[in-house]
């Protein structure tokens, strides 16, 4: 399923420190879709075919909080036009909830 297409970022206005380096969370505000966002290396090197010209994308280590489902979509790269592609997957879910709750217990979940 995806679920947005965006090559923006500027809606994104706090970055809470994190103890491992290779984890990043960040709050978005005034986006109707998405609530937060989390990079994290364990999520570089997942593929996933290109819904519009069927081209393998890949990761770009980044996922969003869907305020909606409560699911967090992964982002990906299309090789082909340069479209940044989020997507939930039910085959990276259980991989996404783990980054999520590795990382978001050592910030405020309420801010």
Known sequence: MVLARSS?????????DME??????E????DPIVSKRIK?????????????DGAW????????LIKATSD????????KD????RSWSPEV???????AKEILPKTKRNE
């Open 8 to 16: 923006s970022s500027s809606f994104i206005i706090k970055k809470a």
């Open 20 to 25: 491992q380096a290779d984890m990043e969370l």
């Open 27 to 30: 709050d978005i505000v005034n």
């Open 40 to 52: 994290s290396n364990k999520l570089l090197g997942l593929k996933k075919r290109c819904p519009d």
């Open 57 to 64: 994308m890949t990761s770009t280590g980044y996922m969003y």
């Open 72 to 79: 967090w979509a992964v982002e990906y790269l299309c090789p």
């Open 82 to 85: 340069g479209e940044l592609i």
């Open 93 to 99: 879910d259980a991989t996404t909830r783990q980054i």
